[in-house]
């Protein structure tokens, strides 16, 4: 398993779009950091950039190098080695290099402009966001022929949470605003795992507003170490869930 | 030495009436002795040490003076000094020991029905009431330190400095903590209240109701249980005031409700849960502030009316303003936002395109407040953005018609010419960040190439 995540791992690094990737959001970053004069508000941005884009990259280019490595994944199918081995080399190979183009288009300018708590936890939770997707993306790959079909269905999952899910809560909101739903909104919103991360970024940046009327629930819940556990737990198994099902699929794949 | 000094040229003065000065130190005399004394006896002079004398009424005209922090111990009994005479003068007096009590008003220093009293640097000390005025006209309150005690609970605790019914009073440079409201005036009219320093009082820094024509100037209330409260009042000025650190779920830098003709100049509302809330407030003027980093800026309800936001400075708000009707009568011109994209083509320093400060995601959350777990979510961003191009929702009136494109001049402005400075440093970083990058680069493809 080792060595084949390690070669997967070599032919990464010499793949462009991983490079392009890195290049991309340190251009993002180090851009936003020099237009926003206000290392703060310029964190801020860069927190709704990065929590859109990262899971959109993720998705799409796990889903691409899956089936580009296709030939090579039947080829290694064929030696005597478990497929799930195979598979959990692909996965933890793929994730390795999209944190580290992460960490280096990302990390590296944050820490080097601002550094501090909200630097720490949008960091912490985009690596998660980056784990949940690349999940995804093999979930979505190891289950179609089709590649394009693959695709589109990866972009379709991306929009459903990036955008569709909140419309979704927030019609669920003014549809139900004269009954107490309150208490059921904030568990609704962080079974989206971009949700969760953005929520978690929020209660370091917007703290004075969330503690406004139902700011007692939100640091109840998330502020306590108890919700950052749950948190933590709920992001944990948006990556073994998918992760788990891939492998499962797998290895009972017709390849 | 100062105090030396001070204590010559009373002598002198005191002496030059024929009047006399009187010492009580522990052991010797005591202060109701000095007090009840009928030669005289202007000045009391009270040495360092602790008098345990119960409640002690002040019913002539004397000047307490302390040397060396005496202590003024109540013992629990009641009340601690109690003025009931006109002009009297405390000074340098550590005063202690009130009952806390559900039925009286027990105070540190307590002054009822008198003129022309002097309270000068005491230290009022774990008092249930600190220092407290009612039907007083011209009195001085400066310099004094009321720290009520930390440990207890909301309802066993009282006001600071509390003044009832009084008129011409000033209450400059003093310092309450750990009371009820730090600083408490009803039915005070004509007074001043300056360079006071109000913090973690159970609930407001201050908090004063139907006291005209006073002002406020370069206070200091800051992580106070609900931030300033302040109401039924008319002619208020409040000036270079800072509101900071206020948070929670009705917490206010300050809380406007039912005020008339007030003018807020030149304060900074920072890190509060809500800036400034106006309830009812006709013909406000709010120039020259500066709100930064709020959770709510400006909450503006629309049951007020002629109010002008002028000059003021939004930056790193949560929501710059909020209001909660359709109609609003209030005039905002010439302020700075942090959130305006416009442009200045005429190049006059103001925006060509009208700001509107009031997000449709504002006005959601003002019906549900739980829609904050959206806040800066892609779909909100959309949802303003397309507001911003089409105005539907918001009230139209709502409008900055002259956004400024920089902050006015004050302190905020000095640190962004520093950082400014500062930039000219920060982008040696990521050009040596991309240089090294492109060194990677070259290097990795000129090993690929001598492989192959």
């Known amino acids: 398993m080792w060595k084949v995540y390690k070669y997967t791992l070599l032919d990464l690094a010499r793949n462009r779009f991983a490079i392009g990737y890195a290049l991309l959001l340190l251009l993002v970053t180090v851009g936003l950091f020099m237009l926003e004069a206000d290392n703060t508000k310029a964190l801020i941005s860069l927190t709704q950039v990065v929590l859109a884009l990262i899971p959109l990259l993720a998705l799409v280019f796990t889903i691409i190098y899956f089936y580009n490595q296709y030939e090579f994944t039947v080829l290694l199918a064929v030696q005597p080695m478990r497929r799930q081995s195979i598979i959990r080399a692909q996965f933890m190979a793929v994730s390795t290099a999209l944190l580290l183009s992460f960490l280096f288009g990302v990390g590296l300018p944050v820490f080097a402009y601002a550094p501090g708590p909200i630097a720490w936890t949008l960091l912490l939770t985009s690596a998660a966001l980056t784990l949940v997707f690349c999940a995804l993306g093999m979930l979505i790959a190891v289950r179609q022929r089709d590649r394009a079909k693959a695709v589109g269905i990866g972009l379709a999952t991306w929009v459903f949470m990036v955008l569709v899910y909140d419309s979704l809560l927030l019609w669920l909101m003014f549809s139900f605003s004269d009954r107490p739903i309150e208490p059921v909104i904030v568990p609704l919103a962080a079974l989206d795992p971009i949700d969760l991360a953005r929520i978690l970024i929020m209660l370091k940046i917007d703290l004075a507003a969330l503690l406004g009327y139902t700011g007692a629930v939100y640091q109840q819940f998330f502020g306590s170490s108890g919700g950052m556990f749950v948190s933590l737990v709920a992001l944990l198994l948006w990556i073994q869930v998918p992760a788990w099902a891939a492998t499962r699929v797998f290895t009972r794949k017709d390849l | ?452």
């Open chain 2, 1 to 452: 030495m100062f105090r030396g000094a001070l204590l010559l040229v009373l002598a002198t003065c005191t002496g030059l009436v024929g009047a006399s000065v009187c010492d009580v130190r522990p052991g010797h005399g005591s202060i109701r002795q000095a007090l009840a004394s009928t030669n005289g006896c202007d000045t009391i002079i009270i040495h360092g040490g602790t008098y345990n004398e119960g409640a002690i009424t002040i019913d002539r005209a004397v000047v307490l003076l302390g040397q060396n922090w005496p202590v003024i111990d109540g013992g629990g009994a009641g009340e601690v000094l109690v003025v009931a005479a006109p002009h009297v003068t405390i000074q340098g007096l550590v005063v202690r020991g009130t009952l806390v009590s559900d039925m009286n008003d027990n105070a540190g220093i307590k002054c009822t029905s008198v003129s022309d009293v002097r309270i000068i640097g005491n230290r009022v000390e774990s008092c249930f009431f600190g220092i407290y005025l009612s039907s007083v006209t011209r009195a001085l309150v400066a310099d004094n330190r009321v720290i009520g005690d930390s440990t207890a609970d909301e309802n066993r605790r009282a006001n600071g400095i509390h003044l009832w019914k009084c008129s011409h009073v000033d209450v400059l440079r003093n310092t309450a903590e750990h009371h009820r409201d730090g600083i408490y005036l009803e039915f005070v009219t004509d007074s001043h209240v300056g360079n006071n320093t109000t913090a973690y009082n159970a609930r407001y820094g201050l908090h004063f109701m139907f006291s005209h024509r006073d002002s406020y100037t370069h206070n200091l209330f800051h992580d106070n249980g609900a931030g300033v409260a302040v109401m039924f009042t008319h002619e208020v000025t409040m000036t270079d005031n800072r509101f900071e650190h206020n948070r929670g779920a009705s917490s206010y830098g300050l809380l406007l409700k039912e005020i008339n003709d007030a003018h807020i100049a030149r304060n900074t509302f920072a890190d509060n849960t809500v800036g400034v809330l106006m309830d009812g407030c006709n013909r406000a003027t709010v120039s020259n502030n500066r709100f930064v980093a709020n959770g709510w800026a400006v909450k503006l309800f629309a049951n007020s009316t002629a109010a002008v936001f002028e000059g003021n400075s939004f930056s790193g708000n949560t929501f710059d303003m909020t209001t909660n009707g359709d109609l609003v009568l209030s005039t905002l011109r010439g302020n700075y936002w942090d959130r305006y994209r416009g442009y200045d083509l005429d190049r006059d320093g103001k925006g060509d395109v009208p700001h509107r400060p009031l997000s449709v995601f504002a006005l959601v959350t003002e019906r549900m407040p739980y829609a904050m777990v959206l806040s800066r979510s892609l779909m909100v961003n959309l949802l303003d953005q397309s507001e911003r191009l089409v105005p539907t929702l918001t009230p139209a009136t709502l409008q900055d018609t002259a956004p400024l494109l920089h902050p006015p001049q004050g302190p905020e402005s000095r640190t962004i010419q520093r950082a400014e400075l500062e930039r000219g440093q920060r982008t040696a970083f990521p050009l040596s960040l991309c240089a090294s990058l492109m060194a990677l680069l070259s290097w990795w493809r000129f090993n690929g190439h001598s492989i192959h």
